[in-house]
């Protein structure tokens, strides 16, 4: 057996290659819900519930999608110019406190039309100041950023709980360690009453038209595809290769903060240590899952959003633990990952 | 005075040994996939569900050893996984290794709240006990040191000389090293590059789910979610500084457990004036700033991360 390249690759491969690769890993997940003793309809029946079945928790998906759009998003970008950033976690927590150091006051008697703007570019340069460390490191001490980025998570997680249990303690929380509140003035305004979907999801999707457009209409965006396609040829053929990997870097990084200011501004209105349940590594799977595309990023963000939100639900109703979502969506990695392989090569006999 | 007092007091070298051993067994695990040429950053995630699974093995009855035993097959399991997408498919060493750690040790927090309900503590085993070391134990300063560690700490120093002995004495540590600087060289020297990187891998991967099962087994008594706190990365780290050398791997890991029981014990000394996050940052910081020094010196294998294609360059 050996793996052959193929030379064209139908739009109907490219697009049943993600859907191939969902559907194998809700199979594989699907094995261990009846491992868990419950039935395997019942309980997918039960994720659509939770994830869609009223008003509410519609809302509710979106409202989860909405940050993982954007750390879909910043690992992206960075994939796209093999600048492998996998410190989305660390670099949303830092622009997370940085909302929360300025929003408290700074912006305090600002109208919301400047308030809301400035702290979103607060929480895009903390995400961006922690990701240029490690492109530093790695452009001048040749430190790999996969190390440094992984590294760093836990040092900015170790800030922000530093920083809720002393400077920016909210004395108001009876000793709960959490951050001073953002002002009303800072707060995103709702789309949906009575829920807690906001207008962070509109910036997250404009975001990812506009990402969009930067890599297929301008020249900066070609260039960043051919820093991670061939770093030796691109410089060849004049790309500024480090000017380059330092714009990805504070694109990624930024994207990455914002989904930190966004989260604060817009669901929890101030910030402690478990703001994300992991939204920084879930977007290397979104990325993955888009196949880096910007505006497939939605969609997988969506999918991960419905597995997490659905599974909570489903845990409630059929006993099978919530940990399965996700399993389920690290499974579509790697089975996204196979899939992918199958697009470029054919097997033959 | 108090902070070099500290250098001086046993409880601190009887921690630094306990530190160092899920390290050791960790960094030892990747340097030798590494030395076949790919890199497993599938270690986090691996050594979590060692944990839970060593541990889950013990509080169903099984014996310690057994208990270890379990953790190490499925490291090697989660080392096929990923030795089949890299090097038949040759996907992403990053991608895949990321995958398999968000995959193992999501699986191990599934298994663990399915296998032991929610409670407010969480159940314990009784883990492994010192060794009782007769005369050697008399000895002073050392002797007390040595006699408060576990058996799997000598294991992991044991693996730690077979590994050295193995790579830079042996026909087949010759195979594996070619394997990671030059495949094409390798195989027209009869060896099998894709069987050598197999074995490795999965080889590899059970001496990562080994170190996290001490954790479980021998350093705590319970299994806890995102109780790895990044020792993984912290071996691929010192993988780097260890140079791939075994014994430079032993030394880093013996390095960073004495800056993390250093600051450990130096929080309580200063815990009124400066917060503890600072000295929690400590061990990453010093990672980061290690590789930083010893980057750009370190002699990488020459193939790692590049997949092996028979008959293409």
């Known amino acids: 057996m050996r793996f052959e390249l193929r030379e064209t690759r139908s739009t109907a491969l490219i697009i049943g290659a993600p859907v191939m690769a969902i559907i194998a890993a809700l199979v594989l997940a699907g094995g261990l819900i009846a491992l868990a003793g419950a039935s395997v309809i019942e309980a997918y029946r039960f994720i659509l519930l939770g994830a869609f079945g009223t008003r509410s928790s519609i809302a509710e998906t979106l409202t989860r999608a909405t940050p993982l759009i954007l750390t879909g998003l910043a690992a992206a970008v960075a994939f796209r110019a093999r600048l492998w950033n996998i410190g989305g976690e660390g670099q949303l927590l830092l622009g997370a406190i940085g909302v929360a150091a300025v929003g408290a006051e700074l912006t305090a008697g600002l109208p919301s039309a400047f308030a809301i703007p400035i702290l979103f570019v607060v929480g895009a340069f903390g995400g961006m100041a922690l990701m240029l460390v490690s492109l530093g490191l790695r452009q001048v001490f040749k430190v790999d950023e996969v190390v440094s980025t992984l590294l760093l998570n836990f040092v900015a997680l170790l800030f922000v709980s530093m920083m809720v249990e002393g400077a920016l303690r909210d004395p108001l929380a009876f000793g709960w360690p959490q951050s001073v509140p953002v002002a009303d003035n800072a707060t995103l305004p709702r789309l949906m009453e009575r829920t807690r979907l906001h207008a962070g999801l509109i910036v997250a999707l404009l975001l990812a038209l506009v990402i969009y457009l930067i890599q297929a209409r301008t020249i900066f965006g070609l260039q960043s595809k051919a820093a991670g396609f061939n770093a ?118 | 005075m108090e902070m070099i007092a500290i250098l001086g007091s046993q409880g601190l070298w009887e921690a630094v040994l306990r530190i160092a051993t899920p390290l050791i067994f960790g960094t030892l695990g990747a340097l030798l996939c590494e030395r076949a040429g790919v890199l497993n950053l599938g270690i986090e995630g691996i050594m979590a569900f060692g944990a839970l699974i060593g541990w889950l093995a013990v509080f169903n009855g099984t014996g310690l050893w057994t208990g270890l035993l379990v953790a190490a097959l499925s490291g090697a399991v989660f080392g096929l996984l990923h030795a089949v997408l890299t090097v038949p498919l040759g996907l992403s060493q990053h991608v895949t290794g990321l995958g398999i750690t968000l995959f193992a040790s999501s699986l191990a927090y599934f298994i663990f709240r399915l296998s032991v309900p929610l409670a407010a503590s969480p159940p314990t085993v009784r883990p492994f006990q010192p060794v009782e070391l007769g005369l050697i134990g008399d000895i002073p300063f050392l002797g007390p040191v040595l006699s408060s560690q576990t058996a799997p700490t000598y294991l992991a120093f044991a693996i730690a000389l077979v590994l050295m002995y193995v790579l830079f004495r042996t026909p087949l540590g010759l195979a594996i090293r070619m394997t990671g600087e030059n495949p094409h060289a390798a195989e027209a020297q009869g060896v099998n590059p894709v069987r050598v990187r197999f074995a490795c891998i999965m080889v590899g991967s059970a001496m990562m789910a080994m170190g996290g099962a001490f954790l479980t087994l021998s350093a705590f008594n319970s299994f806890f979610p995102t109780m790895i706190q990044g020792r993984g990365w912290v071996c691929i780290a010192l993988v780097v500084f260890a140079s791939w050398r075994p014994g430079w791997a032993l030394t880093g890991a013996l390095l960073f457990a004495l800056v993390d029981a250093y600051q450990l014990r130096l929080q309580s000394v200063l815990e009124d004036s400066i917060p503890y996050q600072l000295f929690l940052m400590a061990p990453y910081i010093a990672a980061i700033a290690v590789l930083a020094v010893t980057a750009r010196r370190a002699r990488v294998p020459q193939a790692l991360m590049k997949p092996y294609r028979r008959g293409e360059r």
């Open chain 1, 232 to 349: 030796g040829a691109a410089r060849f053929a004049g790309v500024p290769l480090g000017r380059t990997l330092v714009l990805v870097a504070c694109i990624s990084g930024g994207l990455a903060g914002l989904a930190g200011a966004i989260q604060v501004m817009g669901v929890r209105g101030h910030v402690t240590t478990d703001i994300s349940p992991g939204f920084g590594y879930s977007g290397i799977v979104i990325a993955m899952l888009a196949n880096l595309n910007p505006l497939g990023v939605i969609a997988a963000a969506c999918f991960t959003a419905i597995m997490f939100i659905g599974a909570d639900g489903m845990s409630r109703a059929v006993g099978v633990p919530s940990f399965i979502a996700d399993v389920t969506v690290a499974l579509s990695l790697l089975t996204m990952l196979v899939a992918l392989f199958f697009t470029q090569y054919r097997v033959r006999w």
